[in-house]
Protein backbone atom coordinates (compact mmCIF):
# COMPACT_ATOMS: atom_id res chain seq x y z
CA UNK A 1 0.00 0.00 0.00
CA UNK A 2 0.76 3.05 -1.08
CA UNK A 3 1.35 6.48 1.67
CA UNK A 4 2.05 9.59 0.08
CA UNK A 5 3.45 12.78 2.53
CA UNK A 6 2.63 15.87 0.36
CA UNK A 7 5.20 18.86 1.58
CA UNK A 8 3.49 22.19 1.43
CA UNK A 9 7.00 23.98 2.62
CA UNK A 10 9.46 21.12 2.10
CA UNK A 11 11.79 20.45 5.16
CA UNK A 12 9.58 22.04 7.81
CA UNK A 13 8.92 19.01 9.92
CA UNK A 14 10.39 15.45 9.34
CA UNK A 15 8.32 12.38 9.04
CA UNK A 16 10.31 9.10 10.53
CA UNK A 17 9.67 6.16 11.06
CA UNK A 18 8.45 5.51 14.69
CA UNK A 19 10.86 4.91 17.45
CA UNK A 20 11.37 1.84 19.06
CA UNK A 21 12.97 2.90 22.55
CA UNK A 22 11.20 5.16 25.56
CA UNK A 23 13.82 6.60 28.20
CA UNK A 24 11.02 5.26 30.91
CA UNK A 25 11.52 1.93 29.32
CA UNK A 26 15.31 1.96 29.45
CA UNK A 27 14.64 2.95 33.60
CA UNK A 28 13.17 -0.34 33.95
CA UNK A 29 15.72 -2.76 36.03
CA UNK A 30 17.36 -4.42 33.25
CA UNK A 31 15.16 -2.39 30.56
CA UNK A 32 12.58 -5.99 31.50
CA UNK A 33 10.23 -3.22 29.55
CA UNK A 34 11.37 -3.79 26.37
CA UNK A 35 10.22 -7.97 26.89
CA UNK A 36 6.70 -6.93 26.18
CA UNK A 37 6.21 -8.01 22.69
CA UNK A 38 2.54 -6.05 22.64
CA UNK A 39 4.32 -2.91 24.20
CA UNK A 40 7.33 -2.41 22.07
CA UNK A 41 5.15 -3.54 18.70
CA UNK A 42 3.03 -0.48 19.64
CA UNK A 43 5.77 2.01 20.03
CA UNK A 44 6.99 1.15 16.29
CA UNK A 45 3.65 0.86 14.88
CA UNK A 46 4.02 4.05 12.28
CA UNK A 47 5.36 7.52 11.37
CA UNK A 48 6.20 10.35 14.04
CA UNK A 49 6.53 14.08 12.91
CA UNK A 50 9.50 15.82 14.63
CA UNK A 51 9.22 19.46 15.92
CA UNK A 52 11.06 21.98 13.83
CA UNK A 53 11.90 23.86 16.53
CA UNK A 54 12.29 24.00 20.50
CA UNK A 55 10.18 26.03 22.62
CA UNK A 56 7.96 25.82 25.91
CA UNK A 57 4.34 26.82 26.50
CA UNK A 58 1.89 27.88 29.74
CA UNK A 59 -1.33 27.88 29.60
CA UNK A 60 -2.95 30.09 32.46
CA UNK A 61 -6.28 28.20 33.13
CA UNK A 62 -8.44 30.49 31.15
CA UNK A 63 -10.66 28.91 28.00
CA UNK A 64 -9.51 31.98 25.97
CA UNK A 65 -7.38 31.76 22.42
CA UNK A 66 -5.07 33.89 24.07
CA UNK A 67 -4.67 31.82 27.63
CA UNK A 68 -1.69 29.82 26.51
CA UNK A 69 1.82 31.65 26.57
CA UNK A 70 4.20 30.41 23.74
CA UNK A 71 8.24 31.04 23.84
CA UNK A 72 10.43 29.83 20.95
CA UNK A 73 13.69 28.92 21.64
CA UNK A 74 16.47 31.43 20.01
CA UNK A 75 17.97 30.27 16.91
CA UNK A 76 21.53 29.70 18.71
CA UNK A 77 19.37 27.10 20.78
CA UNK A 78 17.20 25.36 17.78
CA UNK A 79 20.78 25.22 16.14
CA UNK A 80 22.43 23.59 19.22
CA UNK A 81 19.75 21.17 19.45
CA UNK A 82 19.71 20.18 15.82
CA UNK A 83 23.22 19.65 16.08
CA UNK A 84 22.67 17.05 18.49
CA UNK A 85 20.31 15.31 16.38
CA UNK A 86 20.60 13.25 13.26
CA UNK A 87 21.44 15.66 10.34
CA UNK A 88 17.92 16.95 8.19
CA UNK A 89 17.25 14.52 4.97
CA UNK A 90 15.80 16.93 3.27
CA UNK A 91 19.32 18.21 1.94
CA UNK A 92 18.46 21.60 2.73
CA UNK A 93 22.42 23.10 2.49
CA UNK A 94 21.78 26.60 4.11
CA UNK A 95 21.99 27.65 7.76
CA UNK A 96 19.59 29.14 9.13
CA UNK A 97 21.45 33.00 9.57
CA UNK A 98 21.97 31.97 5.35
CA UNK A 99 18.22 31.32 4.56
CA UNK A 100 17.13 34.50 6.79
CA UNK A 101 19.70 36.73 4.57
CA UNK A 102 18.64 35.36 1.59
CA UNK A 103 15.25 35.54 2.39
CA UNK A 104 15.33 39.50 3.76
CA UNK A 105 17.24 40.95 0.65
CA UNK A 106 15.18 38.66 -2.38
CA UNK A 107 12.10 40.63 -0.64
CA UNK A 108 14.06 43.50 -0.97
CA UNK A 109 15.43 43.18 -4.11
CA UNK A 110 12.26 42.91 -5.39
CA UNK A 111 10.68 45.63 -4.18
CA UNK A 112 13.57 47.74 -5.19
CA UNK A 113 12.90 46.03 -8.81
CA UNK A 114 9.29 46.64 -8.73
CA UNK A 115 6.99 49.68 -9.85
CA UNK A 116 3.44 50.67 -9.96
CA UNK A 117 0.98 52.86 -12.09
CA UNK A 118 -0.86 53.75 -9.21
CA UNK A 119 -1.26 55.13 -5.51
CA UNK A 120 -2.37 52.58 -4.25
CA UNK A 121 1.29 51.34 -2.49
CA UNK A 122 2.18 53.37 0.41
CA UNK A 123 4.11 53.46 3.89
CA UNK A 124 0.87 51.15 5.30
CA UNK A 125 2.04 48.38 3.27
CA UNK A 126 5.31 48.16 5.22
CA UNK A 127 3.24 48.20 8.14
CA UNK A 128 0.71 45.27 7.55
CA UNK A 129 3.51 43.88 6.14
CA UNK A 130 5.89 43.73 8.70
CA UNK A 131 3.56 43.01 11.34
CA UNK A 132 2.23 39.49 9.39
CA UNK A 133 2.54 36.65 11.75
CA UNK A 134 5.24 34.40 9.83
CA UNK A 135 7.71 34.28 7.58
CA UNK A 136 5.87 32.77 4.70
CA UNK A 137 2.60 35.37 5.64
CA UNK A 138 5.32 38.31 5.18
CA UNK A 139 7.25 37.06 2.17
CA UNK A 140 3.39 36.48 0.58
CA UNK A 141 1.83 39.75 1.41
CA UNK A 142 4.95 41.63 -0.16
CA UNK A 143 5.29 39.68 -3.44
CA UNK A 144 1.73 39.71 -3.84
CA UNK A 145 1.82 43.26 -3.22
CA UNK A 146 4.82 44.33 -5.55
CA UNK A 147 3.95 41.15 -8.06
CA UNK A 148 0.37 43.14 -8.54
CA UNK A 149 2.08 46.17 -9.80
CA UNK A 150 4.79 45.09 -11.37
CA UNK A 151 5.57 47.44 -14.88
CA UNK A 152 4.31 45.73 -17.97
CA UNK A 153 6.32 46.23 -20.92
CA UNK A 154 5.35 49.42 -22.07
CA UNK A 155 5.76 51.31 -18.66
CA UNK A 156 8.17 53.79 -18.58
CA UNK A 157 9.99 54.44 -15.33
CA UNK A 158 9.37 58.00 -14.94
CA UNK A 159 5.27 57.81 -14.40
CA UNK A 160 3.28 60.95 -15.32
CA UNK A 161 0.64 60.08 -12.80
CA UNK A 162 3.36 60.79 -9.62
CA UNK A 163 3.60 64.30 -9.16
CA UNK A 164 5.74 63.58 -6.05
CA UNK A 165 8.82 65.79 -6.64
CA UNK A 166 12.12 64.28 -4.99
CA UNK A 167 14.82 66.21 -2.76
CA UNK A 168 17.15 67.62 -5.48
CA UNK A 169 13.36 69.24 -7.07
CA UNK A 170 12.81 67.14 -9.78
CA UNK A 171 9.64 65.09 -10.65
CA UNK A 172 10.23 61.79 -9.03
CA UNK A 173 8.88 58.32 -10.09
CA UNK A 174 6.88 55.60 -7.86
CA UNK A 175 9.83 53.84 -8.00
CA UNK A 176 11.95 56.08 -6.82
CA UNK A 177 9.52 57.08 -3.65
CA UNK A 178 9.20 53.20 -2.94
CA UNK A 179 13.05 52.90 -2.56
CA UNK A 180 12.79 55.32 -0.30
CA UNK A 181 10.26 54.13 1.74
CA UNK A 182 12.30 50.67 1.65
CA UNK A 183 14.67 52.13 3.00
CA UNK A 184 13.23 54.15 6.02
CA UNK A 185 11.59 50.84 6.82
CA UNK A 186 14.05 48.45 5.96
CA UNK A 187 14.88 47.93 9.94
CA UNK A 188 11.51 47.39 10.44
CA UNK A 189 11.59 44.75 8.04
CA UNK A 190 14.91 42.54 9.23
CA UNK A 191 13.71 43.25 12.82
CA UNK A 192 10.36 41.39 11.98
CA UNK A 193 11.98 38.42 10.21
CA UNK A 194 15.23 38.62 13.04
CA UNK A 195 13.02 38.35 15.63
CA UNK A 196 11.11 35.41 14.95
CA UNK A 197 14.07 32.70 15.54
CA UNK A 198 12.94 30.03 13.37
CA UNK A 199 14.95 27.27 11.18
CA UNK A 200 14.45 27.41 7.69
CA UNK A 201 10.82 27.82 6.31
CA UNK A 202 9.65 27.23 9.55
CA UNK A 203 7.25 29.65 11.52
CA UNK A 204 6.31 29.30 15.28
CA UNK A 205 3.29 31.17 14.20
CA UNK A 206 1.85 28.83 12.27
CA UNK A 207 3.36 25.97 13.59
CA UNK A 208 2.60 25.88 16.74
CA UNK A 209 -0.66 28.29 18.29
CA UNK A 210 -3.45 28.43 20.17
CA UNK A 211 -6.47 27.89 17.82
CA UNK A 212 -9.13 26.85 19.86
CA UNK A 213 -8.61 28.02 23.02
CA UNK A 214 -9.41 25.73 26.61
CA UNK A 215 -6.51 24.86 26.98
CA UNK A 216 -5.35 23.24 23.64
CA UNK A 217 -2.22 23.38 22.26
CA UNK A 218 -2.10 23.00 18.11
CA UNK A 219 0.33 22.02 15.64
CA UNK A 220 0.82 22.70 12.29
CA UNK A 221 2.22 20.49 10.14
CA UNK A 222 1.73 21.59 7.15
CA UNK A 223 1.95 18.22 5.70
CA UNK A 224 -0.67 16.44 3.28
CA UNK A 225 -1.35 13.09 3.76
CA UNK A 226 -2.22 10.51 1.02
CA UNK A 227 -3.93 6.86 1.72
CA UNK A 228 -5.30 4.34 -0.72
CA UNK A 229 -9.14 4.10 -1.33
CA UNK A 230 -10.70 2.74 2.32
CA UNK A 231 -7.79 3.66 4.30
CA UNK A 232 -7.49 6.38 7.03
CA UNK A 233 -4.79 7.80 9.44
CA UNK A 234 -4.89 7.48 13.16
CA UNK A 235 -3.49 10.53 14.75
CA UNK A 236 -2.58 10.45 18.07
CA UNK A 237 0.84 11.81 19.97
CA UNK A 238 3.83 9.41 20.39
CA UNK A 239 2.58 5.48 21.54
CA UNK A 240 3.44 5.12 25.39
CA UNK A 241 5.18 8.53 25.86
CA UNK A 242 4.10 10.48 28.39
CA UNK A 243 4.23 14.41 29.01
CA UNK A 244 3.33 15.19 32.45
CA UNK A 245 1.14 18.49 32.67
CA UNK A 246 -0.30 17.39 28.67
CA UNK A 247 -1.82 15.19 26.72
CA UNK A 248 -2.09 14.59 22.98
CA UNK A 249 -5.66 14.30 21.53
CA UNK A 250 -6.36 10.97 18.90
CA UNK A 251 -7.85 11.62 15.39
CA UNK A 252 -9.31 9.24 13.11
CA UNK A 253 -8.82 11.47 9.47
CA UNK A 254 -10.48 10.04 6.12
CA UNK A 255 -6.94 10.46 3.99
CA UNK A 256 -8.21 8.95 0.89
CA UNK A 257 -10.29 12.13 -0.18
CA UNK A 258 -9.01 14.79 2.07
CA UNK A 259 -6.90 17.42 0.16
CA UNK A 260 -5.74 19.50 2.94
CA UNK A 261 -3.72 19.32 6.02
CA UNK A 262 -4.43 18.43 9.89
CA UNK A 263 -3.49 19.37 12.85
CA UNK A 264 -2.46 17.68 15.69
CA UNK A 265 -3.61 18.83 19.34
CA UNK A 266 -2.43 18.29 22.96
CA UNK A 267 -4.69 19.38 25.75
CA UNK A 268 -3.21 20.55 29.15
CA UNK A 269 -4.17 18.71 32.21
CA UNK A 270 -2.83 21.27 34.37
CA UNK A 271 -2.35 24.77 34.28
CA UNK A 272 0.97 27.55 35.29
CA UNK A 273 2.97 24.46 34.30
CA UNK A 274 5.49 24.64 32.03
CA UNK A 275 5.19 22.64 28.96
CA UNK A 276 8.62 22.29 26.73
CA UNK A 277 8.84 20.36 23.51
CA UNK A 278 12.73 19.90 22.12
CA UNK A 279 13.82 20.09 18.52
CA UNK A 280 13.21 16.63 17.11
CA UNK A 281 11.12 15.78 19.57
CA UNK A 282 7.89 13.61 18.11
CA UNK A 283 4.46 15.62 18.27
CA UNK A 284 2.73 13.21 16.53
CA UNK A 285 2.20 9.45 15.61
CA UNK A 286 0.08 8.20 12.30
CA UNK A 287 -0.76 4.85 10.89
CA UNK A 288 -3.07 3.63 8.39
CA UNK A 289 -6.14 1.69 9.78
CA UNK A 290 -8.83 0.39 7.12
CA UNK A 291 -12.18 2.17 7.44
CA UNK A 292 -15.11 0.23 8.83
CA UNK A 293 -12.72 -2.62 10.05
CA UNK A 294 -14.79 -1.76 14.00
CA UNK A 295 -18.52 -1.62 12.24
CA UNK A 296 -17.64 -4.86 10.49
CA UNK A 297 -17.23 -6.52 13.55
CA UNK A 298 -19.52 -8.39 15.44
CA UNK A 299 -18.82 -8.53 19.04
CA UNK A 300 -20.06 -11.58 21.14
CA UNK A 301 -19.31 -12.23 25.01
CA UNK A 302 -19.29 -16.12 26.03
CA UNK A 303 -18.32 -18.02 29.08
CA UNK A 304 -14.92 -19.16 28.91
CA UNK A 305 -16.92 -22.66 29.52
CA UNK A 306 -18.30 -22.66 26.33
CA UNK A 307 -14.28 -23.79 25.15
CA UNK A 308 -13.21 -26.13 26.69
CA UNK A 309 -9.72 -26.66 24.62
CA UNK A 310 -9.27 -22.57 25.05
CA UNK A 311 -10.17 -23.15 29.02
CA UNK A 312 -8.19 -26.11 29.12
CA UNK A 313 -4.76 -23.97 27.66
CA UNK A 314 -5.43 -21.10 29.34
CA UNK A 315 -5.45 -22.54 33.12
CA UNK A 316 -2.50 -24.61 31.83
CA UNK A 317 -0.86 -21.46 30.74
CA UNK A 318 -1.69 -19.63 33.84
CA UNK A 319 0.19 -22.04 36.24
CA UNK A 320 2.81 -22.70 34.01
CA UNK A 321 3.80 -19.21 33.96
CA UNK A 322 3.48 -18.57 37.77
CA UNK A 323 5.49 -21.51 38.39
CA UNK A 324 7.96 -20.50 35.66
CA UNK A 325 7.91 -16.98 37.09
CA UNK A 326 9.13 -18.41 40.29
CA UNK A 327 11.35 -21.31 39.53
CA UNK A 328 13.06 -20.21 35.68
CA UNK A 329 16.32 -18.90 35.93
CA UNK A 330 15.93 -17.94 32.07
CA UNK A 331 14.65 -13.99 31.84
CA UNK A 332 13.20 -15.11 28.22
CA UNK A 333 10.85 -17.58 30.53
CA UNK A 334 9.54 -15.09 33.32
CA UNK A 335 8.61 -12.58 31.22
CA UNK A 336 6.53 -15.24 28.74
CA UNK A 337 9.11 -16.77 26.25
CA UNK A 338 6.68 -18.42 24.48
CA UNK A 339 4.30 -15.33 23.64
CA UNK A 340 7.59 -13.57 22.50
CA UNK A 341 8.91 -17.04 19.80
CA UNK A 342 5.48 -17.14 18.61
CA UNK A 343 4.43 -20.34 20.07
CA UNK A 344 1.56 -22.20 21.62
CA UNK A 345 2.53 -21.96 25.42
CA UNK A 346 1.39 -26.18 25.71
CA UNK A 347 3.01 -27.81 22.84
CA UNK A 348 5.22 -25.34 21.61
CA UNK A 349 4.53 -25.50 18.08
CA UNK A 350 3.59 -22.09 16.32
CA UNK A 351 1.01 -20.10 17.36
CA UNK A 352 0.68 -18.50 13.45
CA UNK A 353 2.77 -18.01 10.72
CA UNK A 354 2.40 -14.33 10.52
CA UNK A 355 4.08 -13.48 14.21
CA UNK A 356 5.54 -10.52 14.38
CA UNK A 357 8.58 -9.58 16.96
CA UNK A 358 8.54 -5.87 15.90
CA UNK A 359 7.05 -3.52 13.94
CA UNK A 360 9.31 -1.94 11.14
CA UNK A 361 8.36 1.19 9.34
CA UNK A 362 9.86 2.23 6.27
CA UNK A 363 11.42 5.61 5.84
CA UNK A 364 9.57 7.88 3.23
CA UNK A 365 11.32 7.78 0.18
CA UNK A 366 11.96 11.63 -1.62
CA UNK A 367 10.45 11.79 -5.28
CA UNK A 368 11.82 14.30 -7.37
CA UNK A 369 10.14 17.47 -7.85
Keep these: MELKCYEIEPGHVRVEPARLKRDWMDETPDGHAYRCLPLTRANSHGWELLCPLGFEAVWNGEPGIDAIGISVDSREENDAAESQNQADPSGASATDEDARGELIQSVLEAMKQSTSSSES ?53 LQSRMTAMIKKNELKIREALGNMNLSRNASSAHMIESH ?29 QFKDGIQATQAIVETDWMPFTFSVNW ?79 ISGDPGTTTHQLATRSRKFTREAS
Design 121 to 173: IAVETFDEATSASSHQNLVDHLLKTYADSAPTSNQQEGNAMDPAVSEEGQPST
Design 212 to 240: FGNGILTFNPLLIFQTEPGYDLWISGPSN
Design 267 to 345: KFTRPNVPIRFEKGEPFCFLFPIQRGAVESCEPVITSLESDPNLKEVYWSTRVKRNMASMLSKDPQERFQGWYMRGNDP
